[in-house]
T-cell receptor, first 112, second 113 residues
């Protein structure tokens, strides 16, 4: 089983749609969770951290379910500029130092 | 502004040649990392360092070497022992804890010719 698993997609949605991405992780002791965005041939950039209580940043909402070891990202009112690959990221192990593990990424294509 | 700088942006390597990729950060971050990304693939960890003069192998360290002589710098050497080096190489840095995630450089695209 991969340490971080995502549905690679692609997800093709019209502008204005709501789209949700899911991610599962294998280490129940993990403490840090993130969503990164990566544009084609560019470096990943931090989109948002994910907290147990859930958190929202404008049109983006992230949720964490520790019991199910499941992370989600919801994008409302999709824009053309949201087209990118979204990476689910989790720290390895129980310590909050060390390294992050990246999922394969979910590709989103927003169409006019 | 603080940031992390990778150079060169594009690099071409001949068969049997060693090449070194530069990574410099002025964020005062303790930890630095090297990842490799192949087309359509996720990021795979090559090496990482949490303090000066110390580093650990990641999942795919064979054929690579690193040094961490200064806090700001973490160069990666791709040796001739790395049989399939063509990839996108990403350097990242982080504070002492991972609460804030990584900051990435803009990457080096290495091609074997």
């Amino acid at each position: 089983r991969k340490e971080v698993e995502q549905d690679p997609g692609p997800f093709n949605v019209p502008e204005g749609a709501t789209v949700a991405f899911n991610c599962t992780y294998s280490n129940s002791a993990s403490q840090s969770f993130f969503w990164y965005r990566q544009d084609c041939r560019k470096e990943p950039k931090l989109l948002m951290s994910v907290y147990s209580s859930g958190n929202e940043d404008g049109r983006f909402t992230a949720q964490l379910n520790r019991a199910s070891q499941y992370i989600s990202l919801l994008i409302r009112d999709s824009k053309l500029s949201d087209s990118a690959t979204y990476l689910c990221v989790v720290n390895k192990g129980s310590s909050n130092t060390g390294k992050l593990i990246f999922g394969q990424g979910t590709t989103l294509q927003v169409k006019p | 502004d603080g940031g992390i700088t990778q150079s060169p942006k594009y690099l071409f390597r001949k068969e049997g040649q060693n090449v070194t990729l530069s990574c410099e950060q002025n964020l005062n971050h303790d930890a630095m990392y090297w990842y490799r990304q192949d087309p359509g693939q996720g990021l795979r960890l090559i090496y990482y360092s949490q303090i000066v003069n110390d580093f650990q192998k990641g999942d795919i360290a064979e054929g690579y070497s690193v040094s961490r002589e200064k806090k700001e710098s973490f160069p990666l050497t791709v040796t001739s022992a790395q049989k399939n080096p063509t990839a996108f190489y990403l350097c990242a840095s982080a504070r002492g804890t991972l609460n804030y995630g990584y900051t990435f450089g803009s990457g080096t695209r290495l091609t074997v010719v």
